[in-house]
């Protein structure tokens, strides 16, 4: 699959629910509204749609959410796609998750093939992680992750940077993330649906800004290293961990996209900053024959952009798409 503009597409992210136990303050409203159970693809049809476009090239695909592992057997799908790695075309599985089920699922996600897994933790502060989060347990999650490295995952923590929130925990987290090697990689905010009463202007971080004052303290090497998605890396020299930096709006990485988005519902998104979609339930469930499906997603990848149009500033302060992160995959 090559779009208009010459990349070839070999990732799929893939949301199979929208739904979450946490309710993050710079991701979704407190009083959430999602959709109904009855809308959603079966697991059954999201391994179909998988395995449609692991016949079309993709060689790396990354469950998310919401929450994927709220989501009831949700581990039916893992083990449908993991039949997939090796001489099944696919490369990787992987998943992000806010920890907060890992305990229960670590183990089966090690023996399935799952190899590393990116976990959501903004700060390592309990009462702030509560506020942040709306109801999440500090604990439970670090319990998730210790459960994730005793079977042999390896972790990947993400924390979204957000001004005058965790933005003076960086170098705890640098500590903290490298010395139970596990990498780093801050994000900032994306104006992303609405969040209630708190602005994203209020929230926004430029990590140009953030990587600035942390080289004030820190050796930062940067590296050609990649795992297939837009974090650009460095190596903090005192620590020799690496730090990534996924920057949609001081420096969109779009040159080198290689990613489409599948919602739960079936619904194909060719840019995450886009509102311009692709429908493959429909498809899916005229045909028993894969035909149908895979018309619609080449006609799809006809249409990607060049990148998306995130700005955030007094001028744009609503968010740049209606839909919530949780619902297109974060």
């Excluded at 959603?40 to 692991?54: G, H, Q």
Aim: hydrophobic share 40%; net charge neutral.
């Amino acid at each position: 699959m090559i779009d208009p503009f010459g990349r070839a597409i070999t990732y799929l992210r893939v949301s199979v629910t929208d739904r979450c136990d946490f309710r993050c303050v710079y991701c979704m409203a407190e009083d959430m509204t999602f959709l109904p159970k009855a809308d959603l693809l079966t697991l059954e049809e999201l391994e179909r749609v998988c395995a449609a476009f692991i016949g079309l090239g993709v060689r790396k695909i990354r469950l998310t959410g919401g929450e994927p592992l709220v989501r009831k057997n949700v581990m039916s799908l893992v083990q449908g796609l993991a039949g997939h790695l090796g001489d099944g075309g696919l490369d990787e599985l992987t998943l992000t998750t806010n920890a907060s089920q890992l305990g229960k699922h670590a183990d089966e996600l090690a023996r399935l093939g799952v190899k590393r897994i990116n976990v959501s933790l903004d700060t390592l502060d309990a009462d702030k992680f509560r506020a942040l989060t709306r109801w999440g347990d500090l604990a439970q999650v670090m319990r998730g992750i210790d459960a994730a490295q005793q079977a042999g995952l390896q972790v990947k923590i993400n924390a979204v940077a957000l001004k005058g929130v965790n933005d003076a925990e960086f170098d705890d987290l640098i500590r903290w993330s490298h010395g139970r090697g596990m990498d780093l990689t801050l994000i900032e905010v994306m104006p992303m649906g609405e969040i209630g009463t708190a602005t994203r202007l209020d929230q926004y971080l430029p990590l140009s800004m953030a990587r600035a004052d942390l080289a004030k303290r820190w050796t930062l090497t940067d590296l050609d290293y990649t795992t297939g998605g837009p974090a650009r890396y460095v190596r903090v020299e005192e620590t020799g961990g690496r730090l990534g930096f996924i920057t949609p709006l001081t420096h969109n990485f779009c040159e080198a996209c290689n990613r489409v988005r599948l919602t739960c519902t079936g619904t194909l998104y060719m840019c995450l900053g886009q509102e311009d979609a692709a429908d493959l339930r429909a498809p899916l469930r005229q045909s028993e024959s894969d035909g149908l499906l895979v018309d619609a997603i080449h006609a799809a990848i006809g249409r990607k952009p060049k990148g998306h149009d995130f700005v955030i500033d007094r001028r744009h302060n609503r968010p740049a798409v209606p839909r919530h992160m949780s619902v297109t995959g974060g």
